[in-house]
């Protein structure tokens, strides 16, 4: 096996991953060279997204792979062709009679205005061979067309791009497909976005199953895609979507991913099918039905999986760090990342996506929308950015009906009921009290323990000793691809509020248990982390468990670690699977800041911290203890002071001078590190720095303009 990959990060170009390993840009000159060297018989381009069909493709006037003899194994290069190329796509779906939107192939932008002005606007542009619908856009009038069309044609590699009748607003669904080269195909797993067409999929909620489709609906989207599949003659996975018109049966065929995708990863979580093991095996010559289910070993691949819970997909944007972006969302993607949230109803899965998205959200009550007007509120629930969902919520709770919500939002009365009911219980804890039924009832619908708390004006450690003492606790569900119908051999979990547990604890030698983050954050240097972690543990004959929610990550696989906890990396959450395995020790070193940040939490509970010591952590994260550290050590330092409040940072920033550097103590990735020039900027960063860390104070240095060197050691406490 021979990978080739630029990325130095992720764990796919680990020394123990492939047998040769090439550290390349992924371009068709390489990859030719290295087949030329290694006589092998073909590349897999399954797997690298756009990228990899891109170069796979061989792409460009010479059509370089073509000129070395090699092979595409799995999908072929027609079919990779007749899925990205526009016109090619266009052509096939009016050949086996699927409907597309009304469309025009451009390749310049005054062909794009006039095929645009004969049919009317809006239109949306889908530039050729991109991802994440890069250089793509809906179009109003001619002027956003032109600007629109000429950013798409400059990202596709062939100067192509699809000019269409807006549908935006209809249902947008998609299919996760399979198929193996005798024509066998499976429906892996459909999802269902949130938000309408018009909003990228990678920017939109997302929910597993399809939660709104009728018994017709779903049957001739299935119909449609197995034909799709098969006049596209795909060998592997692949990803379908669909408009649907809410006013009536009608749909159209949006697009077609003869690849993995954003939303492969997502299926493969969701439903515990391993599409990219699979669509392996089927590249080199298996068939569905002689690959064994490695979850049930009773069961093959060419079973449809079945999922008796429901998985929601909330995405991760950074408008965190850059506040001045354009928060509207589109036809292209502005998402970073991801979490994934699995519980037997919408409302469960839902809140838990909310808490693991680490804004510091525990409900969906967002603070900064309760000043606005209702004439301000509903200009935003139309406008669709990202904190529309809880603009819903906002005017859910001012009154505002139901029907005039899904005029402006295109949402499915469906989703927005499910909001409602959390919205009421909400009232009516706040109205009557928390009695020993409604707090039941909120744990059953999903409210943290945190955001119970916030509503009946407690503290959340008196709602977690109370629900202690009512022995209200969760109980874990195995995800296994057969809805319990099978003996399942894989511990994959996730919480619920039910009567039925399927935790299995093991009498071993020793538990070790460890954790990491969603990795919604930009770097997958955590995923590399984890999964070393595990094998390392392993190794020494430990068995290690992960808690995650990010399901575009190597340690969220089902067969990395021992068990894998899919759940919210909240205190509450992490401490009630603690509960449960009683590990002889936590290691939070490789779980970046998140891990950090829960350190305190979990050694006041009782649990050892293994590794560095509680005390170590804190010195080193607490800006204020690590400035006395490097004075007490006599090492140079930018000259600084540790600030609480406005005035102090004011007082420090007169006696310092500008320009400074400001930073809050654990952070990640440098969150809200800034160098503020004026008065103006330093008030304005405090005002946003206490949202983000409330609980730490924040260091403001002298700003030093110089080279950056890092260092990284290792030490066993005695020797480094």
């Known amino acids: 096996m021979i990978l080739v990959n630029s990325n130095p990060a992720t764990i796919m170009t680990d020394v123990h991953i492939a047998d040769h390993i090439y550290l390349e840009p992924i371009t068709p000159e390489f990859l030719g060279a290295d087949h030329r060297q290694r006589a092998a018989p073909g590349p897999v381009a399954h797997f690298g997204r756009a990228g990899g069909a891109e170069h ?16 595409l194994l799995g ?124 909003i990228h999929t990678g920017d939109s909620i997302v929910v597993a199953p399809a939660q709104t489709l009728t018994k017709r609906e779903m049957d001739r989207l ?52 391993p599409i990219a093991r699979i669509s392996t095996k089927i590249a080199v010559g298996y068939r569905l039905d002689e690959i064994e289910n490695a979850l049930t070993r009773a069961t093959y691949a060419c079973s449809d999986p079945v999922i008796d819970y429901v998985v929601v997909k909330f995405p991760r944007w950074p408008f965190d760090k850059f506040a001045a972006a354009d928060r509207k969302l589109g036809t292209q993607m502005k998402a970073t990342g991801e979490v994934m949230a699995i519980d037997t109803t919408f409302e469960a899965a839902f809140l838990k996506a909310v808490r ?31 904190e529309r969902i809880f603009a819903v919520a906002e005017a859910l709770r001012r009154g505002v009906s139901m029907e005039e919500l899904s005029d402006l939002t295109m949402m499915d009365p469906f989703f927005l009921a499910k909001l409602l009911h959390i919205v009421a219980l909400e009232k009516e804890i706040t109205t009557e009290g928390l009695s020993d039924i409604l707090l039941e009832k909120a744990k059953k619908m999903g409210f943290g323990d945190g955001y119970i708390a916030k509503i009946s004006d407690g503290s959340e450690m008196e709602i977690r000793q ?38 299995e604890i093991r009498d071993q030698k020793s538990r070790g248990h460890r954790f990491r983050p969603g990795s919604h954050r930009p770097g997958v240097e955590f995923d590399y982390c984890s999964v070393h972690a595990v094998w390392a543990l392993k190794e020494a004959g430990y068995e290690a468990i992960i808690i995650n929610n990010n399901p575009e990550t190597v340690s969220t696989d089902y067969d990395t670690a021992d068990k894998l906890y899919f759940e919210p990396l909240l205190l509450e959450d992490v401490l009630n699977i603690l509960d449960r395995e009683q590990p002889d020790g936590v290691i939070v070193q490789f779980g970046g800041q998140t891990a950090i940040n829960l350190a305190q939490g979990i050694a006041a509970a009782g649990y050892t911290i293994l590794g560095s010591s509680l005390d ?105």
């Not at 330093?682 to 890092?710: A, N």
Request: charged content about 25%; hydrophobic content about 40%; overall charge negative.
């Open 616 to 720: 170590a952590i804190d010195r080193a994260e607490d800006r204020n203890r690590f400035d006395s550290l490097v004075e007490e050590l006599g090492i140079p330092r930018p000259k600084g002071y540790t600030v609480a409040t406005l005035e102090e940072a004011l007082r420090v920033a007169a006696s310092l001078g500008f320009p400074l550097l400001v930073r809050p103590s654990y952070v990640l990735g440098g969150r809200a590190m800034e160098i503020v020039y004026t008065e103006k900027e330093l008030i304005q960063y405090m005002k946003t720095s206490v949202f983000i860390s409330q609980r730490h104070p924040v260091l403001i240095d002298t700003y030093l303009l110089g080279q950056e060197v890092d260092v990284d050691a290792i030490s066993d406490g005695r020797r480094y």
């Open 466 to 503: 109370r629900r202690l003492a009512l022995r209200l606790l969760p109980t874990y569900r195995k995800v296994d691809t057969c809805a319990g119908e099978f003996c399942s051999h894989a511990n994959y979990l996730y919480s619920t509020y039910g009567n039925e547990d399927e935790v």
């Open 56 to 71: 796979g493709d061989g792409i460009g006037p010479k059509r370089r792979l073509a000129r070395y003899n090699v092979e």
């Open 222 to 273: 299935s119909a449609s895609a197995r034909r799709i599949m098969d006049a596209l003659g795909i060998e592997g996975g692949c990803n379908i979507q669909y408009a649907v018109d809410t006013a009536s049966y009608d749909y159209h065929v949006i697009e077609v991913n003869p690849r993995v995708s954003r939303s492969s990863a997502l299926a493969s979580k969701a439903t515990g099918y």
């Open 356 to 386: 693991s998205l680490e804004f510091g959200l525990i409900g969906i009550d967002l603070p900064s929308l309760r000043f606005l007007s209702e004439e301000e509120l509903l200009q935003k629930v139309a406008a669709g950015d990202d």
């Open 75 to 198: 999908t072929p290069l027609a079919t990779i062709r007749k899925a990205e190329d526009r016109e090619e796509f266009k052509a096939m779906m009016e050949r086996i009679q699927e409907p597309v939107p009304e469309s025009a192939i451009v390749s310049s932008v005054e062909a794009a205005i006039e095929f645009a002005d004969r049919l009317g606007y809006p239109v949306i542009v889908r530039p050729a061979y991109t991802l994440g619908g890069t250089g793509g856009g809906c179009a109003k009038n001619r002027e956003e067309l032109a600007q629109i069309a000429n950013n798409g044609l400059s990202h596709s590699i062939i100067h192509q791009a699809l000019v269409e009748k807006s549908v935006a607003g209809w249902k947008e669904i998609e299919f996760e497909m399979m198929r193996d080269g005798s024509g066998n195909v499976i429906l892996v797993c459909s999802m269902e976005n949130v938000d309408p067409v018009g």
